[in-house]
């Protein structure tokens, strides 16, 4: 099952097309740490994440596991870990996934420079939640809840999200 992302901003779901926010660098076939770019390509949906203060856990196929106030994700290309889950106090530089704002209240992996990582391609490219304005994102999709709601209800592993240039 492949799930069309465009440039312009729409995922397309189910013959639905949703608004997205995508990464402020727009979207790159050639993915670096740091350029804010959504990386081109298929992404495999790995597992999905929620915030259990906020929420119960999302209807989906997808393995889901309850964030905990110590998660992060490493996103230091000089890390052993980079782009992986850690425990936070992290050495490395890293992000927290449990946030003061909305935003990673439900975070969906993406297969993204993960199977190995190969430091400087990218790392912590999610599926989540958008800012009210639908903001550009640091290389993630995002969407509105209802709609992240509605893709996850009906993905399992075998999900893709094809991301275009176009």
């Not at 990673?104 to 990582?117: E, K, Q």
Request: glycine share 10%; aromatic share 6%; charged share 25%.
């Amino acid at each position: 099952m492949e799930i069309p992302v465009h440039a312009d901003g729409v995922l397309i779901w189910q013959g639905r097309r949703m608004r997205c926010a995508l990464g402020r660098g727009g979207v790159a076939a050639a993915k670096c740490e740091g350029d804010s770019a959504t990386p081109t390509g298929v992404l495999p949906l790995r597992r999905l994440l929620y915030r259990p203060d906020r929420m119960a856990p999302p209807e989906t196929r997808l393995p889901t596991a309850a964030l905990a106030k110590d998660d992060g994700w490493c996103d230091d290309p000089r890390d052993p870990l980079y782009n992986q889950a850690v425990k936070l106090p992290f050495g490395g530089r890293h992000e927290e996934l449990w946030r003061a704002d909305a935003l990673y209240d439900v975070i969906v992996v993406l297969g993204h420079n993960d199977d190995p990582p190969h430091p400087n391609l990218g790392s912590a490219i999610f599926m989540h939640i958008a800012a009210a304005d639908y903001g550009p994102t640091e290389g993630c999709v995002a969407l509105a809840l209802d709609d992240l709601f509605d893709v996850v209800a009906g993905c399992g592993t075998e999900a893709r999200l094809r991301v275009s240039p176009d």
